[in-house]
């Protein structure tokens, strides 16, 4: 098989792309080690900044994203028995739309297959070849027999196991990681949510977030140990414990009921560097994770795909080279503010097993500065709803 880019991994991050280089006459393929009714099967955030939003409207795919999303103009934050909001509107003039990342990927899907886009499923033994020249390949096996594609370019678009990062030589990366000493328990439940805006609570129990993805299904997440696992917890101490540590008023109208899905998610920052080798780009989680705390992870991998998608535009329309070559700069230079705003917000909100009497005054101390200064509300609220691209 021949193709223009090579797109390894078949989730968000991988499906933008395609899809934007489909809309601009550029060919690729796709290339997913699981089915497609897996990958829509995971359960993950569904925050989405504008720059998103925009990238799915140029990509066609934004019909259902507005009219079952949901604008979102600001965030409570609650400490102890104090809460309190931050004004998106207000500090920027941008509202983040809630629409799950699932629907997201199911939209993007569907717009390739309508094109007629290429996408091999359940592909086994990827191998990226001669990335560092002018002919890179990819090889791989599905149903047992071996295939190659000759492409001019690779998008290593597979998560952070996947295989497009390890492509890169020890030699070139580099590598940075930080790892959170707890993890997420979350449940989706077809509940109401208990607020029309996401809360997000520090608690001396620990970290809670309140979510949603439409009037009638919502997300919770508890901070929990990363010894736990989901079968620790059942439906009723997930609930009592939720309600330990977000605001009463809110605890008291919390409406409960069966979960239709209950999993942990371990915490890191990481980023590896560069995102270029050659003709090889990384994106997303292939290059980079934050903790999800700030809803910067897909997101970040948007930003990602804006800036390789252009640069590819350019290559192939201008024959240019300056977007490529200078595509590792400009995303890790946006990638590294994300995983700041990401780490301090975690930092902000969670309990730290480590954590002395001096820090958690200083926690207080800034979450208290948070609610009284204008300016730190508007900084966190241009970091929230999405940096420029």
Partial sequence: MRTQVAIIGGGPAGLLLSQLLHVNGIDSVILERKTRDYVLGRIRAGVLEQGLVRLMEEAGCAGRMHAEGFSHDGALISYGSEIFRIDFAEHTGTPVLIYGQTEVTRDLYDAREKAGGKIEF?????????????????????????????????????????????????????????????????????????????????????????????????????????????????????????????????????????????????LRSFVTEPMRWGRLFLCGDAAHIVPPTGAKGLNTAASDVHYLYNALREYYRDGSEAGINAYSKRALARVWKAERFSWWFSSLLHRYPDQSAFDLKMQLAELEFLRANRAAQQAMAENYVGLPY
């Fill in 122 to 266: 359940e592909v086994d033994d990827v191998m990226i070849r001669d990335a560092d020249t002018d002919r890179p390949h990819v090889q791989y096996t599905r149903n047992g027999t071996a295939r190659r594609i000759d492409c001019e370019f690779v998008a290593g678009c597979d998560g952070f196991h996947g295989v497009s990062r390890q492509a890169i030589p020890l030699t070139v990366r580099r590598e940075y990681e930080k790892i959170y000493p707890f993890g997420w328990l979350g449940v989706l439940s077809k509940t109401p949510p208990v607020n029309h805006e996401l809360i997000y609570a520090n608690s001396e129990r620990g970290f809670a977030l309140c979510s949603m993805r439409n009037d009638h299904l919502s997300r919770y997440y508890i901070q929990c140990s990363l010894s736990d696992s989901p079968a620790d917890w059942t439906d009723e101490a997930f609930w009592e414990e939720l309600k330990r540590r977000i605001p009463k008023a809110q605890a008291d109208t919390l409406v409960t009921g069966p979960s239709i899905e209950k999993s942990i998610a371990p």
